[in-house]
C-alpha cells in the first residue's frame, strides 16, 4: 500500500478502515461501501459498520481519499424560477458534495437547444455524473441525452420519476392533500388556487390534489378561483390581484410555492387586508421565504436541503459503481414531507357566500 493510500485509509480520528472492519467482523471493503453510501449492503451489516465507527470514533479523512481516487466533479444542471428553491438546493448539493470531497459544476440552461449546449459544456469540464433539478428532471429530451451518454444521473424533485433514472422526491399528491384538507378543516370552503409552472409535474400534482380534496368535501371551484402561477414572485403577484379583485373575495389562498405565496401576502397588505384575519394563505416548500415575510407563512415543508445531499450521496454511489464496473443502478428514494402551521392561517372569517 502507498503512502497516499495508508493516509486515506488512517481517518482523521487515528482509527483506520481495517480497524473498523475488525471491530465490525467485515471486510474493508464493505466498510468502504457503507462509507460511501453504497446500497448493495444488508441493513444489519450496515448497522454493526456504523456501530463500530462510532465506537471507535473513526472519521473519513477526505482531503486523503481524494488524493487517492481523484477528484470526483458533480454536475448540476439548473433552469428553476424560485430562487428560494434554488438557494436551499444549492446549500445542500454544496455540503454534501464536501463530506464526500467531491467538486461541485453549475451549469444554467433554458430551452432544449440550451440543455444540450449545458450538458456538453459539463462534460467537458470533467462532471462525472450531473444531477437535475425542476423542471429539467421532466425534460426527457435532456434526461435522454444523459442516458445516451451513459453519464450517471438523478433527477431531483419530479413527482413522476422515470424507469432507469435514479431520484429523490416527496409525495406532492399527498402534500397539497394534506394543505387542502387542513383549510378546510378551518372552516374555508371558498378557497382559491396559485398553480404553478405546468412544465413540472410537482405543479401539476399539487393541482390536482387540490381539485381532487374539494370535490371530495362536495365542494365546486369556479374557473374565476384558479390562477396561473409560474413559481415565480411576480406571476404570483399578477395571480394574487386577479383572485383579490373578485366578489366575494376567497378566504383563503393556497399558492402552489412559497414565492407566490409571500407575492399573495404582499398585494393582500396592498389592499389593507389583514392575513389571517381577512384572508389565509398558505403556501409550499417550506423555503427560507416562508420565515421571512409576515406574517410567517403556513406551507408544507418540502426537506429541499436533505433531497439535495441524498442526491449528491446516490449520485457518487452510480459514479464510483461505474469506475468499479458494478451493473448501475437507478433507486427511487421517496422523503417525508411535513404540513408547517404559522401565523398565516386562521379560521374562515366568514361564511361560504
Same mark, same amino acid.
Given at each position: ?26 471486510? !474493508? ?9 453504497? =446500497?448493495?449492503? =444488508?441493513? /444489519? ?8 465507527? #462510532? ?34 438546493l444549492l446549500v445542500g448539493a454544496m455540503d454534501? *458534495? ?10 444554467? *440552461? ?26 429539467? *428532471?421532466?425534460?426527457?429530451? !435532456? ?13 431531483? /424533485? ?8 435514479? !431520484? ?51 365542494? #365546486? ?46 398585494? /393582500? ?6 392575513? +389571517? ?12 421565504? #416562508? ?19 441524498? #442526491? ?18 437507478? +433507486? ?12 398565516? =392561517?386562521?379560521? =374562515? ?5
Open positions: 500500500m502507498d503512502d497516499v493510500s495508508k493516509q486515506a485509509a488512517r481517518g482523521a480520528g487515528g482509527a483506520t478502515v481495517y480497524d473498523v472492519a475488525r471491530a465490525a467482523g467485515v471486510s !474493508a471493503m464493505t466498510v468502504s461501501r457503507v462509507i460511501n453510501g453504497n =446500497s448493495h449492503v =444488508s441493513e /444489519a451489516t450496515r448497522d454493526k459498520v456504523l456501530a463500530a465507527i #462510532a465506537s471507535l470514533r473513526y472519521q473519513v479523512n477526505h482531503a486523503a481519499r481524494a488524493a487517492r481516487i481523484g477528484t470526483l466533479r458533480v454536475g448540476l444542471l439548473y433552469s428553476n424560477p424560485s430562487a428560494a428553491f434554488l438557494s436551499a454534501q *458534495c464536501g463530506q464526500n470531497g467531491a467538486q461541485l459544476l453549475l451549469e444554467r *440552461c433554458d430551452g432544449l437547444s440550451s440543455q444540450r449546449k449545458a450538458i456538453e459544456r459539463l462534460i467537458a469540464e470533467g462532471a462525472d455524473g450531473i444531477l437535475v433539478p425542476p423542471p429539467l *428532471c421532466d425534460a426527457e429530451e !435532456a434526461l435522454r441525452q444523459l442516458d445516451e451518454i451513459g453519464i450517471p444521473t438523478v433527477a431531483v /424533485a419530479t413527482a413522476r420519476p422515470l424507469t432507469g433514472v435514479a !431520484a429523490v422526491r416527496i409525495d406532492d399528491y399527498e402534500g397539497a392533500r394534506t394543505m387542502t384538507r387542513y383549510l378546510l378543516s378551518l372552516g374555508h370552503q371558498n378557497i382559491a388556487f396559485v398553480k404553478g409552472d405546468p412544465e413540472h409535474t410537482p405543479a401539476q400534482l399539487r393541482y390536482q390534489a387540490f381539485m381532487d380534496t374539494m370535490e371530495e368535501a362536495g365542494l #365546486a371551484v369556479p374557473p374565476q378561483r384558479v390562477a396561473q402561477g409560474l413559481f415565480t414572485y411576480r406571476s404570483g403577484l399578477t395571480a394574487a390581484r386577479s383572485l383579490l379583485a373578485q366578489e366575494p373575495r376567497p378566504t383563503a389562498i393556497f399558492a402552489s410555492n412559497d414565492d407566490m405565496a409571500a407575492a399573495v401576502i404582499a398585494v /393582500a397588505h396592498g389592499m389593507h387586508l389583514q392575513v +389571517p384575519e381577512d384572508l389565509t394563505v398558505c403556501g409550499f416548500d417550506d423555503t427560507p421565504v #416562508a420565515t421571512t415575510v409576515w406574517p410567517e407563512l403556513t406551507t408544507i415543508h418540502q426537506p429541499i436541503g436533505d433531497m439535495a445531499r441524498l #442526491a449528491v450521496d446516490l449520485l457518487v454511489d452510480q459514479v464510483r459503481s461505474h469506475r468499479a464496473g458494478e451493473s448501475r443502478h437507478a +433507486p427511487h428514494r421517496l422523503l417525508p414531507y411535513t404540513l408547517v402551521t404559522r401565523e398565516s =392561517s386562521a379560521g =374562515s372569517p366568514a361564511p361560504y357566500q
